[in-house]
């Protein structure tokens, strides 16, 4: 989520346009949420990939 819009991520790989179009600048904030029985380790798949990002400096995870 980001600036009240949302992506629902299901429809991959055309959710890559609408992620895109969310106009997420760098350094900027957003939420990302998973629902579902593996809702965690894909928050942390997640969460592991952007910290590897040199762009990234810090993510919360909040319930």
Same mark, same amino acid.
């Given at each position: 989520?980001?600036?009240?819009? #949302?992506?629902? /991520?299901?429809?991959?790989? +055309?959710?890559? !346009? &609408?992620?895109?179009? /969310? ?5 900027? #904030? ?6 579902? @029985?593996? +809702?965690? &380790?894909?928050? @942390?798949?997640?969460? +592991?990939?952007? !910290?590897? /990002?040199? @762009?990234?400096?810090?993510? /919360?995870? +909040?319930?």
């Amino acid at each position: 989520m980001y600036r009240g819009k #949302s992506v629902d /991520l299901k429809n991959a790989p +055309e959710c890559i !346009m &609408q992620v895109m179009n /969310l106009g997420i600048c760098t350094h900027s #904030s957003f939420i990302v949420k998973a629902d579902g @029985t593996d +809702e965690a &380790q894909a928050i @942390t798949a997640i969460a +592991e990939h952007l !910290m590897s /990002l040199s @762009t990234v400096h810090a993510i /919360l995870n +909040e319930k």
